[in-house]
């Protein structure tokens, strides 16, 4: 049974800093693209970052670009997002995904994504 499991969301004043964490487990994580998602009340799901499967391409949405940065480590089956210069607009549920690499394309649409974690709340205050 494939588990994603996040953690680190939390309490933030704007301006500050998080690291978000995604642990996986009952799958080969070295085979998977592993992406970042945010989603707000009512919104659809928004693409974040994500990272090729050996670690080596990492991309990030317009809105996070040079205050997000997603990395992991396939030997301990984690993927992070370290979170700095938070803004209000950063406030939502994060979720962790992995997609199946099936050639170097790594996808930003949720739907090429496999699997989901639940989800870990990122609260920013101003």
């Known amino acids: 049974q494939v588990q994603l499991v996040e953690s680190g969301g939390g309490l933030v004043q704007a301006g500050g800093s998080l690291s978000l964490s995604c642990a996986a487990s009952?799958?080969?994580?070295?085979?998977?693209?592993m992406g970042w998602f945010r989603q707000t009340p009512g919104k659809e799901r928004e693409f974040v970052a994500a990272?090729?499967?050996?670690?080596?391409?990492?991309y990030y949405a317009d809105s996070v670009k040079g205050r997000f940065t997603i990395s992991r480590v396939n030997r301990s089956y984690v993927v992070y997002l370290q979170i700095n210069s938070l803004k209000p607009d950063d406030a939502a549920v994060y979720y962790c995904?992995?997609?199946?690499?099936?050639?170097?394309?790594?996808?930003?649409?949720?739907?090429?994504?496999?699997?989901w974690g639940q989800g870990t709340q990122v609260t920013v205050s101003s």
């Open positions: 995904a992995a997609s199946l690499r099936a050639s170097s394309y790594v996808p930003s649409n949720p739907v090429k994504y496999n699997y």
């Open positions: 990272i090729s499967w050996g670690g080596d391409n990492t």
């Open positions: 009952g799958l080969t994580f070295s085979l998977y693209n």
